[in-house]
């Protein structure tokens, strides 16, 4: 890969990764630092990269970059006491937008990543497949899981509401 061709892969695939990852993550700071270090280990890695293969190789490594950062968030046990103190209050949904963000995000880590790819960035079975390491199978069935669980957890916001 030559400079020509990764100044070209920054502008053709920076906003996308942005996109998944933040859509995954909720964190826009920490969305654009995976981001940075996808783009760093494509430098880093450039001469054995191919040029046809820069998208897969940048969402592969943003996908397992955001697995990393998701599984080391949950080893750490830190107390956020604004959290703790802000009292609770149930408002009813009104925004489907928003009950749609909140099903996604209570989506194991490896479902919310195939469907983000599949419904929101439109990438086939075969793509998901080769920037998630897991087999075109395996996406579909936890693409058809997620779906289930999303169509049932919006179900029942809306009979509450």
């Known amino acids: ?44 890695h450039r001469e054995n990269i191919d ?22 968030a949950k080893r750490e046990t830190s107390l956020d006491w604004k959290k703790v103190a802000e009292p609770v209050s149930h408002h009813g949904y ?25 419904d929101y960035e439109g990438y086939s079975y075969r793509e998901i497949s080769e920037i998630t390491g897991i087999t075109e199978v395996q996406v579909k069935v936890y693409i058809y899981r997620a779906r289930i669980f999303l169509k049932s957890y919006i179900g029942q916001i809306q009979s509450v509401v």
């Not at 920490?30 to 981001?35: A, E, G, Q």
């Not at 489907?96 to 996604?104: G, K, M, R, Y």
Request: proline content about 1%; charged content about 30%; aromatic content about 10%.
């Open 94 to 118: 009104t925004d489907l937008q928003e009950v749609l963000h909140a099903a996604v995000q209570r989506l194991p880590e490896i479902q919310r990543s195939v469907v983000m790819l599949r």
């Open 51 to 72: 040029g046809e293969k820069v998208k897969a190789y940048l969402f592969t490594t943003a996908h397992h970059t955001m697995i990393d950062y998701i599984r080391k």
């Open 1 to 44: 890969m030559t400079i020509k061709d990764y100044n070209r892969a920054v502008d053709a695939w920076a906003d996308g990764l942005y996109r998944f990852v933040l859509k995954n993550l909720s964190d826009s700071e920490k969305s654009r630092d995976i981001i940075q270090d996808c783009f760093e280990k494509m430098w880093v």
